[in-house]
Structures are given as structure tokens and as C-alpha cells.
């Protein structure tokens, strides 16, 4: 069994969005493409309270792009975004969410940032998704969405750490970018770890 995993294709991620991802639209029409394509597509939803520790208007005198230790974490500083039961924290207009069998929501708790759609980024709380997918028969897991070099990474990986077969949709992502290469980086660090590039078109075209 194979599952699509949807990472945070939101309003604030994409143009027009508190934490815009260029280009971050374009990965709408890769998604609903492909759900036709598996029994079980899955969407992560970055969900913060409105305190959250990785705003950093939740921290006085810091700069967005800066990074502090959140509760013995490094964390980069955001702008507001996704804050739960906000228009930002949906999932952006035109994504087939009809499709979807299962959300998990992740970032909920104002101490500790959850980048990957499976654990916090302290691997302390896991939001289910896991067990669900085992629980499913899921071996295989392709991976889109937003960001490259954030979500999509840190669910990548953590997926090939809990022994799945990890694919990802190269033209189904878009990265933030934060500095110059950072999206190159992430994708040979995904490489590096057994994670498999594949494109939307090849997913299509398979019978
Ligand atoms: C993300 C930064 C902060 C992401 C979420 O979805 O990649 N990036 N929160
Ligand atoms: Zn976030």
C-alpha cells in the first residue's frame, strides 16, 4: 500500500500568504493530479495557537530570519502563521480536500515547533500519522507541498526513519529559501538519506 502525504499546502504559504513560498500556488494542481492516483492521500496542516514559540513577534526585540533556543531548541523565527481557525491556516484555495482521507495537524503547542508531519522537532510528541500509515499497510509514502526546505524535508525524513519507502515529488514542492541554495541542500540531504526523486509526471504515466 502507498500513500500521498500533503504537507502544508495553507493560504499563508502560498502568494498572499504571512509566510508566502514563491511559486508555493503551483503545487495545488500537482496535488489534485495525483490523488486520483492513491487509495489514501493524507494532508498535514501546520496549526499554531496564537502564543506560539516560533512567532517572532512572540518575542520581544526579535527579527524574523533570526534564531533563538526555544525551550533547548534552536528555532528559526517566523511570522505569524497558521494560527489555528484562521483563513491562513486553510488549506489553499483549489485543493481538492474532498480527496483527502486524514489531516494531521501539527505546531500546536506554543513551546516547541513541529516542522515534520510526523513528530515535534524535539522527536518528543508524535501527531499519529505513523501509526496510522502502518496501521493502513502503508509501505510506500510520496511526499509534496510546502516547504521544501522545512516540512517537506523534516517529514521525509522522518518517514525513512520509521522505515518507509520515502518518494519525493520533486515538482510537487516548493522551498522558502530562507538563504540562496537552502532548497538544493535539502533535497541532497534527503538523497543522502534514501529518500527517492521522483517526478508527477511519472506517477501519471505509470498503468
Ligand atoms: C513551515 C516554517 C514554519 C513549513 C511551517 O510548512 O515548511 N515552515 N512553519
Ligand atoms: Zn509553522
Redesign the pocket.
Known amino acids: 500500500m502507498r500513500a500521498l502525504i500533503v504537507?502544508?499546502v495553507?493560504n499563508d504559504?502560498v502568494p498572499g500568504g504571512a509566510?508566502a513560498?514563491r511559486e508555493g500556488d503551483r503545487v495545488v494542481p500537482v496535488a489534485n493530479g495525483l490523488m486520483g492516483r492513491f487509495q489514501l492521500v493524507v494532508a498535514?496542516q501546520?496549526w499554531?495557537p496564537a502564543d506560539h514559540g516560533?512567532f517572532a513577534a512572540n518575542h520581544l526585540g526579535k527579527q524574523v530570519g533570526e534564531v533563538i533556543e526555544l525551550n533547548g531548541f534552536p528555532q528559526?523565527l517566523?511570522p505569524v502563521?497558521?494560527v489555528q481557525g484562521t483563513r491562513g491556516a486553510e488549506f489553499a484555495a483549489g485543493l481538492a480536500v474532498e480527496k483527502l482521507t486524514r489531516v494531521f495537524r501539527k505546531?500546536t503547542e506554543a513551546g516547541i515547533?513541529s516542522?515534520s508531519g510526523f513528530f515535534d522537532n524535539g522527536h518528543r510528541r508524535a501527531t499519529g500519522m505513523g501509526d496510522w500509515l502502518n496501521e493502513k499497510g502503508v509501505r510506500d509514502i510520496y511526499v509534496m507541498?510546502?516547504?521544501?526546505?522545512?516540512?517537506?524535508k523534516f517529514t521525509a525524513l522522518d518517514g525513512v526513519g520509521l522505515g518507509f519507502n520515502v518518494w519525493l515529488v520533486e515538482d510537487g514542492c516548493r522551498g522558502?529559501e530562507l538563504r540562496a541554495g537552502d532548497v538544493g541542500r535539502a533535497v541532497e540531504e534527503m538523497r543522502g538519506a534514501g529518500v527517492k526523486m521522483i517526478r508527477s509526471a511519472e506517477i501519471l504515466s505509470a498503468a
Open positions: 504537507v502544508d495553507q504559504f509566510l513560498v498535514t501546520d499554531h516560533s528559526v517566523w502563521h497558521c505546531g515547533d516542522y507541498g510546502l516547504a521544501t526546505d522545512y516540512c517537506v522558502v
